[in-house]
T-cell receptor
Framework: GEDVEQSLFLSVREGDSSVINCTYTDSSSTYLYWYKQEPGAGLQLLTYIFSNMDMKQDQRLTVLLNKKDKHLSLRIADTQTGDSAIYFCAETRSQGNLIFGKGTKLSVKP | GAGVSQSPSNKVTEKGKDVELRCDPISGHTALYWYRQSLGQGLEFLIYFQGNSAPDKSGLPSDRFSAERTGGSVSTLTIQRTQQEDSAVYLC????????????FGPGTRLTVT
């Protein structure tokens, strides 16, 4: 299909790790992204990975990319209540426009 | 520095009226994108401007939607004869150049069609 797929909800306890998964469609996407949207706020670029990489780590965030399976994941270590938000996976198309998944709502319980 | 700005932040309009939404990209950014975010459809690409090239309108949902970008800077998205299904948050993003990895998003305009 043409959709970027993500599970809609994830609930974790504070201090645990969160893993948000995504499958994308376009194997020629140059970059793959994770955006964060907090309630009532705009889209914030969280991290991205270039398509020739299979892992990227940035502080508490780890992005894993499996190009063969077109699978992208975002791991948040030591999840905090401030991480509660909607996380969007996105792939790029040839014009540079982004194709987004429907977003995963992460709820962090104290 | 200043980010992408959009106006108005909220717009309520009656079905059948025309609306104009404005985007001021970051100064010097050559590429500009419009997206919309709605409950049913998630985030959808609408239209893309790159410099002085003809825009890519492939994402516009109907011919009631149009956009222009004047002087390679400010962009206006126009929706004619609004329908209730047009209710959404309309987001604008800009990037420094074609192929740049990061799109900087504005805060969006929440459009409600009654």
């Amino acid at each position: 299909g043409e959709d970027v797929e993500q599970s809609l909800f994830l609930s974790v306890r504070e201090g645990d790790s969160s893993v948000i998964n995504c499958t994308y469609t376009d194997s020629s996407s140059t970059y793959l992204y994770w955006y964060k949207q907090e309630p009532g706020a705009g889209l914030q670029l969280l991290t991205y990975i270039f398509s020739n990489m299979d892992m990227k780590q940035d502080q508490r965030l780890t992005v894993l990319l499996n190009k063969k399976d077109k699978h992208l994941s975002l791991r948040i270590a030591d999840t905090q209540t401030g991480d509660s938000a909607i996380y969007f996976c996105a792939e790029t198309r040839s014009q540079g426009n982004l194709i987004f998944g429907k977003g995963t709502k992460l709820s962090v319980k104290p | 520095g200043a980010g992408v700005s959009q106006s108005p932040s909220n717009k309520v309009t009656e079905k059948g009226k025309d609306v104009e939404l404005r985007c001021d990209p970051i100064s010097g950014h050559t590429a500009l994108y419009w997206y919309r975010q709605s409950l049913g459809q998630g985030l959808e690409f609408l239209i893309y401007f790159q410099g002085n090239s003809a825009p890519d309108k492939s994402g516009l949902p109907s011919d009631r939607f149009s956009a222009e970008r004047t002087g390679g800077s400010v962009s206006t998205l126009t929706i004619q004869r609004t329908q209730q299904e047009d209710s959404a948050v309309y987001l604008c993003a800009s990037t420094p150049a074609y192929g740049s990895y990061e799109q900087y998003f504005g805060p969006g305009t929440r459009l409600t069609v009654t």
